[in-house]
């Protein structure tokens, strides 16, 4: 694969030098594209040892073979790292005064920018605002990681750590690659992998406090899941409109940090990806949180690809605004209100999928469905065609909406109700009482899948 790699001028830059290491030694060609600000840290000379190929930012420079057309135009993927919030600027702006830049305009192939920068750059509103721009052209920004920055201070800014840009990158260009239920509008058909549960169509009930028969509880004793890593997707996506509103939904994250919790419990290695929450997530699992569908969907593809389970319990935005104002939308009388168009997001639960089997990888994927019914048909029909379109192994299905007492039953409330489906038509299992019951029932039906019980 032809990779460029853009270094922005900060000194995370070094850091640059072990990503370039980890693609080079993966198979890959890369050419580096260091700015003029970023050969005060790191020289040239390094890139081009590294590399093995001539490393410049002119566009001057070997103009015989038009550079500034014909690397952009080869580049399979384009990763900048460090992302400075002036190379994120000029991205967002469409400046081409410089061979990255350029580059940056006639990329055919996914983008990746992992930011770089103290913390009130990353959260100044103009940076903010060239983020929101990149992500709303579908480029795709890294969230920095927290923790020491350059001088005594710390917070929000690090550079990611290059394995970390490494596998986001590896798994944009999988996930970015069309996929079966692309080809097809459904998933591929994939073998689910475990043990077979016996087919029978009865169900079988998981009860808040009364396990199924035979299934052991989900407790630190049982360690059903010990050693099995575990990736969690949880809360709500929040689409941006413009710097100061979005568009959300009802998700409390509850469900799925009481699943993290119970994975926990079981032994699991936890990965919680989370969006917007209104509760802690758990201190022991490790976290990644995101705002935008997007963001959601870079972090879970990487995640998933060393995973032995992927729970996608987040409630994750259909649509996104197709532009994000850079300035706040105002209200005058002069103009008429203002109307808003979506564009679709990709489902990243068949993403997950189509990746298991663009991989041969030999994981189980559960999805969760929250349906209502209508005069047509009811939850549950709803939620088995939605099974079979996902491709996933197991659905969690809630009925959600208003119940008998005219009370919302699922978002934001502490219990829940549920019904399991496989895709092989196995159970289906119901399960009811608080979330984390529920989320030890959905446990003990992975534990079973994998044949750890
Ligand atoms: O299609 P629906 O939103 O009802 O599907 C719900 C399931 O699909 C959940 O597991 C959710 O996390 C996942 N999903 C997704 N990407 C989307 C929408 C939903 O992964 N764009």
Redesign the pocket.
């Known amino acids: 694969m032809n990779i460029v790699l853009g270094v922005g001028g900060g000194i995370a830059a070094y850091k640059s030098a072990l990503l370039l290491r980890l693609f080079t030694e993966a198979g890959h060609q890369v050419t580096v594209i260091p700015t003029e600000a970023s050969v005060k840290f790191v020289g040239v000379a390094t890139w081009e040892a590294l590399s093995g190929r001539p490393a410049t930012n002119s566009v001057f420079d070997a103009v015989e073979s038009v550079n500034h057309v014909r690397i952009g135009h080869e580049a399979d993927l384009i990763v900048v790292a460090p992302a400075t919030a002036d190379v994120l600027a000029k991205a967002a702006a469409g400046l081409a005064n410089d061979l990255l830049t350029t580059t940056l305009l006639m990329a055919r192939g996914p983008v990746l920018f992992a930011p770089a920068m103290h913390t009130e750059m990353w959260r100044h509103a103009a940076t903010a605002a060239n983020v929101a721009t990149l992500r709303s052209r579908g480029v795709h920004v890294l969230e920095p990681a927290t923790g020491r920055l350059t001088g005594p201070d710390s917070g929000p800014g690090r550079l990611p750590e290059p394995a970390e840009i490494f596998a986001a990158a590896m798994a944009l260009v999988e996930g970015g690659r069309p996929s079966a239920a692309d080809d097809a509008g459904s998933p591929a058909p994939v073998p689910s992998p475990g043990t077979d549960r016996s087919a029978g169509t009865a169900p079988s009930h998981a009860a808040a406090g009364a396990p199924a028969a035979g299934a052991a509880p989900a407790d630190g004793s049982s360690r059903l899941l010990a050693g099995k890593r575990v990736v969690i997707?949880a809360g709500g996506t929040r689409e941006p409109l413009d710097p100061v509103r979005f568009l959300g939904n009802k998700s409390s994250g509850k469900q799925g940090v009481a699943l993290a919790e119970s994975a926990l419990a079981a032994g699991a290695e936890v990965m919680l990806i989370h969006g917007h929450m209104d509760v802690a997530p758990p201190p022991d699992a490790k976290l990644h949180s995101v705002d935008t569908?997007l963001e959601l969907r870079a972090a879970t593809l990487s995640a998933a690809a060393g995973a032995d389970v992927v729970i996608?319990?987040?409630?994750?935005?259909?649509f996104r605004p197709a532009t994000i104002s850079a300035g706040k939308i105002k209200k005058r009388d002069d103009v008429a209100d203002p109307v808003i168009k979506l564009v679709r997001?990709?489902?990243?639960?068949?993403e997950v999928v189509a990746h298991r089997a663009a991989q041969n990888l030999s994981q189980l994927i559960v999805?969760?469905?929250?349906e209502t019914g209508d005069e047509e048909h009811d939850a549950r029909s709803y939620a088995e065609a939605?099974l079979a379109r996902?491709g996933c192994d197991l659905l969690v299905v809630n009925e959600v909406g208003p119940g008998e007492t005219g009370q919302e039953r699922v978002f934001g409330r502490d219990g829940n109700q549920v019904e399991i489906l496989a895709r092989d038509g196995a159970g289906p299992v119901q399960a009811a009482g608080s979330k984390r019951q529920v989320a030890d029932a959905v446990v003990r039906v992975i534990a079973e899948r994998l044949g750890t019980t």
Not at 312 to 318: F, I, K, L, P, Q
Not at 345 to 350: E, G, K
């Open positions: 997707t569908a996608m319990a987040a409630a994750v935005a259909d997001n990709p489902d990243i639960l068949a999805g969760f469905a929250a939605k996902k």
